[in-house]
């Protein structure tokens, strides 16, 4: 079975500093790898997509990056976070070839302070 | 671009009643309607889904409507019990060319004992 992992849980970070957020996928092969953004009380937005390494589309302009390295890793990086980088980040993954059917990882909780 | 409502965004029943949940999409392209259920500081979990050529989807308690001509699709969950509590969203994608799915803002259910 597949099964999706991200970290950390949660992170507390100052204003201006980087960010690192890794999401791996096991049980599968070439997934398409997604990155969303959950306000507080909110839906979810769409930041990035990847349907292989290296491969990355963005969907919202803003402070954030995203690379996938391997196969099966999709990192969300920031050089300087901003206050309104605060939320839940959650990555997603489908199975390639379909653009159905996401499962969501935990998700990471980070507040900027 | 495409825009999802959701209402109501609090639904109170009693335990053994039913929970229906309203969604309306913009873009009348849009082919693929899931449905997820997340519960308090996890990722949200796909419980059901429907595609633009079937009006109608039953999985024990959960059913979903497509109403293609109004452009909305419902959940329906009957003998709703305590463990249904937590916050469903709805989302709509055109899954033949894009990516993207679009997320409404979420209901949050609450089932009392």
């Known amino acids: 079975s597949q099964t999706i992992h991200q970290w950390p849980a949660t992170l507390v970070q100052p204003v201006g500093s980087p960010l690192s957020l890794e999401c791996t996928v096991e049980?599968?092969?070439?997934?398409?790898l997604y990155w969303y953004r959950q306000a507080a009380g909110r839906g979810l937005q769409l930041l990035f997509y990847s349907v292989g390494i290296g491969q990355i589309s963005s969907e919202v302009p803003q402070n954030l990056s995203a690379s996938r390295p391997q196969d099966r890793q999709f990192i969300l990086s920031s050089k300087k976070l901003l206050l309104s980088d605060s939320g839940f980040y959650l990555c997603a993954w489908s199975r390639g070839g379909s653009r159905e059917t996401q499962y969501f990882g935990p998700g990471t909780r980070l507040l900027v302070l | 671009g495409e825009n999802v409502e959701q209402h109501p965004s609090t639904l109170s029943v009693q335990e053994g009643d039913s929970a229906v949940i309203k969604c309306t999409y913009s873009d009348s392209a849009s082919n693929y309607f899931p449905w997820y259920k997340q519960e308090l500081g996890k990722g949200p979990q796909l419980i059901i889904d429907?595609?633009?050529?079937?009006g109608e989807k039953k999985d024990q308690r959960i059913a979903v409507t497509l109403n293609k001509t109004a452009k909305h699709f419902s959940l329906h969950i009957t003998e709703t019990q305590p463990e249904d509590s937590a916050v469903y969203f709805c989302a709509a994608g055109l899954m033949d060319s894009s990516y993207k799915l679009i997320f409404g803002s979420g209901t949050r259910l609450l089932v009392r004992p």
């Open positions: 049980g599968t092969s070439n997934p398409n």
């Open positions: 429907i595609r633009s050529n079937v």
